[in-house]
Protein backbone atom coordinates (compact mmCIF):
# COMPACT_ATOMS: atom_id res chain seq x y z
CA UNK A 1 0.00 0.00 0.00
CA UNK A 2 1.43 3.25 -1.10
CA UNK A 3 2.08 5.98 1.39
CA UNK A 4 -0.32 9.22 1.10
CA UNK A 5 0.98 12.62 2.86
CA UNK A 6 -1.40 15.08 3.69
CA UNK A 7 -1.23 17.95 1.37
CA UNK A 8 -3.03 21.83 2.63
CA UNK A 9 -5.80 23.10 0.75
CA UNK A 10 -4.86 26.54 -0.74
CA UNK A 11 -8.04 28.62 -1.43
CA UNK A 12 -8.43 30.60 -4.14
CA UNK A 13 -9.86 34.15 -4.62
CA UNK A 14 -13.30 32.52 -5.79
CA UNK A 15 -13.49 30.37 -2.41
CA UNK A 16 -12.17 32.95 -0.40
CA UNK A 17 -14.84 35.76 -1.61
CA UNK A 18 -17.37 33.00 -0.88
CA UNK A 19 -16.28 32.42 2.81
CA UNK A 20 -16.96 36.52 3.10
CA UNK A 21 -20.16 36.73 1.30
CA UNK A 22 -20.87 33.42 3.62
CA UNK A 23 -19.68 35.19 7.24
CA UNK A 24 -17.64 32.17 7.79
CA UNK A 25 -14.81 34.14 9.81
CA UNK A 26 -16.00 36.31 12.84
CA UNK A 27 -16.91 40.04 12.48
CA UNK A 28 -13.44 41.81 13.56
CA UNK A 29 -10.98 38.79 12.44
CA UNK A 30 -8.08 40.26 11.05
CA UNK A 31 -7.60 37.95 8.29
CA UNK A 32 -5.90 38.02 5.01
CA UNK A 33 -5.39 35.54 1.65
CA UNK A 34 -1.80 34.69 0.97
CA UNK A 35 -0.24 32.53 -1.30
CA UNK A 36 -3.72 30.78 -0.92
CA UNK A 37 -3.37 30.56 3.08
CA UNK A 38 -5.52 32.26 5.04
CA UNK A 39 -4.01 33.64 7.97
CA UNK A 40 -4.96 35.39 10.89
CA UNK A 41 -3.11 38.85 11.23
CA UNK A 42 -1.59 40.36 14.10
CA UNK A 43 -3.84 43.30 15.83
CA UNK A 44 -3.21 46.78 15.07
CA UNK A 45 -1.95 48.56 18.00
CA UNK A 46 -2.36 52.32 19.11
CA UNK A 47 1.06 52.99 17.61
CA UNK A 48 0.47 51.10 14.25
CA UNK A 49 -3.15 53.13 14.24
CA UNK A 50 -1.74 56.58 14.92
CA UNK A 51 1.36 56.10 12.31
CA UNK A 52 -1.27 55.27 9.80
CA UNK A 53 -3.92 58.21 10.53
CA UNK A 54 -0.77 60.56 9.91
CA UNK A 55 0.13 58.95 6.42
CA UNK A 56 -3.31 58.92 5.48
CA UNK A 57 -3.80 62.65 6.68
CA UNK A 58 -0.68 63.32 4.73
CA UNK A 59 -1.38 61.77 1.85
CA UNK A 60 -4.53 63.05 1.09
CA UNK A 61 -3.72 66.61 1.29
CA UNK A 62 -0.80 65.85 -1.67
CA UNK A 63 -2.20 63.74 -3.96
CA UNK A 64 -4.42 65.32 -6.72
CA UNK A 65 -8.27 64.66 -6.31
CA UNK A 66 -8.43 62.21 -9.34
CA UNK A 67 -6.55 59.65 -7.60
CA UNK A 68 -7.67 57.47 -4.81
CA UNK A 69 -6.45 56.79 -1.29
CA UNK A 70 -7.26 53.46 0.60
CA UNK A 71 -6.62 52.57 4.06
CA UNK A 72 -6.32 49.09 4.62
CA UNK A 73 -8.54 47.58 1.36
CA UNK A 74 -8.61 44.75 -0.51
CA UNK A 75 -5.98 44.70 -3.43
CA UNK A 76 -6.14 41.58 -5.59
CA UNK A 77 -2.99 39.77 -6.84
CA UNK A 78 -3.28 36.88 -8.67
CA UNK A 79 -5.93 33.81 -8.07
CA UNK A 80 -4.48 33.06 -4.60
CA UNK A 81 -3.60 36.19 -2.74
CA UNK A 82 -5.78 39.08 -1.19
CA UNK A 83 -3.79 41.13 1.34
CA UNK A 84 -4.82 44.80 2.64
CA UNK A 85 -1.73 46.47 2.71
CA UNK A 86 -2.14 49.27 5.41
CA UNK A 87 -2.22 52.50 2.55
CA UNK A 88 -2.22 52.54 -1.23
CA UNK A 89 -2.34 54.94 -3.78
CA UNK A 90 -4.22 53.98 -6.65
CA UNK A 91 -4.73 54.99 -10.46
CA UNK A 92 -7.86 56.48 -11.23
CA UNK A 93 -11.26 54.51 -11.82
CA UNK A 94 -14.49 55.58 -13.18
CA UNK A 95 -16.55 53.94 -10.31
CA UNK A 96 -13.48 54.16 -7.36
CA UNK A 97 -13.49 50.28 -7.36
CA UNK A 98 -16.87 49.84 -6.50
CA UNK A 99 -17.28 47.10 -9.25
CA UNK A 100 -14.03 45.23 -8.48
CA UNK A 101 -10.83 44.93 -5.92
CA UNK A 102 -7.41 47.22 -7.75
CA UNK A 103 -5.26 44.73 -9.08
CA UNK A 104 -1.34 45.33 -8.79
CA UNK A 105 -1.58 47.12 -12.48
CA UNK A 106 -3.57 50.08 -10.71
CA UNK A 107 -1.11 50.96 -7.49
CA UNK A 108 1.12 53.73 -7.85
CA UNK A 109 2.47 53.42 -3.94
CA UNK A 110 1.81 50.58 -1.21
CA UNK A 111 2.60 50.75 2.40
CA UNK A 112 2.48 48.63 5.15
CA UNK A 113 3.37 49.91 8.53
CA UNK A 114 5.04 47.22 10.67
CA UNK A 115 5.93 46.40 14.44
CA UNK A 116 5.25 43.06 15.17
CA UNK A 117 4.56 42.34 11.67
CA UNK A 118 7.86 43.37 10.72
CA UNK A 119 9.90 40.10 9.79
CA UNK A 120 6.71 38.93 7.56
CA UNK A 121 6.24 42.60 5.58
CA UNK A 122 9.89 42.29 4.84
CA UNK A 123 9.67 38.76 3.50
CA UNK A 124 6.70 37.05 2.28
CA UNK A 125 4.35 40.75 2.00
CA UNK A 126 7.70 42.21 -0.18
CA UNK A 127 7.98 38.55 -2.58
CA UNK A 128 4.44 39.13 -3.07
CA UNK A 129 4.36 42.53 -3.88
CA UNK A 130 7.83 42.34 -6.13
CA UNK A 131 6.04 38.99 -7.89
CA UNK A 132 3.13 41.11 -8.69
CA UNK A 133 4.94 43.92 -10.14
CA UNK A 134 4.10 46.56 -7.56
CA UNK A 135 6.20 49.60 -8.48
CA UNK A 136 7.19 50.96 -4.96
CA UNK A 137 6.85 49.57 -1.28
CA UNK A 138 7.46 51.18 1.68
CA UNK A 139 7.39 49.76 4.91
CA UNK A 140 7.23 51.68 8.08
CA UNK A 141 9.73 50.26 10.06
CA UNK A 142 8.53 51.34 13.89
CA UNK A 143 10.88 49.29 15.58
CA UNK A 144 13.72 51.02 14.34
CA UNK A 145 12.18 54.40 13.69
CA UNK A 146 12.99 54.21 9.75
CA UNK A 147 11.09 53.73 6.44
CA UNK A 148 12.69 51.05 4.16
CA UNK A 149 11.74 51.59 0.35
CA UNK A 150 11.71 49.10 -2.32
CA UNK A 151 11.86 49.94 -5.52
CA UNK A 152 11.87 48.23 -9.32
CA UNK A 153 10.19 44.73 -8.88
CA UNK A 154 12.46 41.99 -10.26
CA UNK A 155 10.99 38.36 -9.84
CA UNK A 156 10.49 38.18 -6.51
CA UNK A 157 13.13 40.89 -5.02
CA UNK A 158 13.04 44.76 -5.68
CA UNK A 159 16.32 45.78 -7.34
CA UNK A 160 16.41 48.83 -5.35
CA UNK A 161 16.35 49.08 -1.37
CA UNK A 162 16.70 52.66 0.22
CA UNK A 163 16.45 52.90 3.91
CA UNK A 164 15.49 56.52 5.14
CA UNK A 165 15.47 58.63 8.60
CA UNK A 166 13.78 61.32 10.25
CA UNK A 167 16.21 63.68 8.49
CA UNK A 168 15.54 62.91 5.07
CA UNK A 169 13.23 63.16 2.53
CA UNK A 170 11.51 61.03 -0.72
CA UNK A 171 9.95 61.89 -3.94
CA UNK A 172 7.56 59.09 -5.01
CA UNK A 173 9.03 57.04 -8.30
CA UNK A 174 5.50 57.26 -10.14
CA UNK A 175 4.36 60.73 -8.64
CA UNK A 176 7.35 62.48 -8.86
CA UNK A 177 5.85 66.17 -7.54
CA UNK A 178 5.11 64.80 -4.83
CA UNK A 179 8.01 64.66 -1.50
CA UNK A 180 7.32 63.87 1.58
CA UNK A 181 9.90 64.73 4.90
CA UNK A 182 10.58 61.02 6.14
CA UNK A 183 9.44 62.40 9.55
CA UNK A 184 6.42 63.52 9.06
CA UNK A 185 5.61 59.87 8.89
CA UNK A 186 7.42 58.54 11.51
Not at 109 to 122: G, M, P, R, T, Y
Request: with cysteine.
Amino acid sequence: MATVNPTKHLTNLDEWQRMGEANIFPPNSHIELIDGEILEMAPIGFNHAGHLKRINKLFTRLVPENLITCVQDPLQLGDLSEPEPDFMILKPNEDDYSSRHPIANDVLLLIEVADSSFKFDQTHKLRLYALHNVPEYWLLNLNNSCLEVYRKPHGEVYAEKTTLYSGDSITLSQLPDISIQIADIL
